[in-house]
């Protein structure tokens, strides 16, 4: 199979099912912030540790379940894969518990940098809140599972505070916002 198809050289790509719509449409525009989302947390991953790497490989697996649901138009049967699951949600909080159990409080406005692991996360964190954004913008359409939408809000404060644990990590201080 050739990487190539030609079929999108008029301006349109496919959804799951065959469906052709208009690469502009507000649903590519979803599903592109969240592939972009994928691709910083790989590079996220690729300057982590094997820890932190494991937990963001477990994400870019969630984050492509969003992918593909979003690509499914509405009355089209499932994917065939694994549903995001609340689980998700939950083990993302239990892991904000924990790093967070090893910070110190926040008591500034940090900005985004430090080491260069955290710098990715931050990246990924921006990127994140991006693609929430525009996943809220469809999710009146009937097209976002509400599930996908609390599953990136709390990916943003999880990337938040593993970007301040990753810094811990390299014994590199948060930078502090001076306003």
């Known amino acids: 199979m ?3 198809t030609k079929t999108g050289d008029d301006g ?3 959804l799951i099912g065959g469906q052709r719509v208009s690469k502009s449409d507000a649903r590519i525009e979803c599903i592109g912030a969240v592939d972009e989302l994928n ?3 790989g590079w996220a991953a690729a300057g982590a540790g094997a820890e932190l790497a494991a937990k963001l490989r477990a994400i870019q697996n969630e ?4 992918g593909a649901q979003t690509a499914t138009p509405q009355g089209h049967p499932p994917v065939s894969m694994s549903p995001l699951e609340e ?3 939950g083990r993302l909080e239990s892991q904000i518990d924990a790093a967070e159990a090893t910070l110190q409080p926040l008591a500034n406005f940090i900005l985004p940098g430090g080491s260069e692991s955290s710098a990715r996360l931050h990246l990924a964190r921006t990127i994140c809140r991006r693609a929430e954004r525009t996943l809220v913008g469809l999710a009146p359409q009937g ?3 509400k599930i996908v939408l609390t599953y990136l809000n709390r990916l943003g404060d999880w990337l938040f505070v593993q970007a301040r644990w990753a810094n811990r990590q390299n014994g590199v201080q948060d930078v502090l916002w001076r306003g």
């Open 2 to 4: 050739k990487i190539y």
């Open 12 to 14: 349109t790509t496919g």
């Open 39 to 41: 691709a910083a947390i």
């Open 63 to 66: 984050l492509f379940i969003i």
């Open 87 to 89: 689980s998700s949600i």
């Open 143 to 145: 097209a976002v599972p």
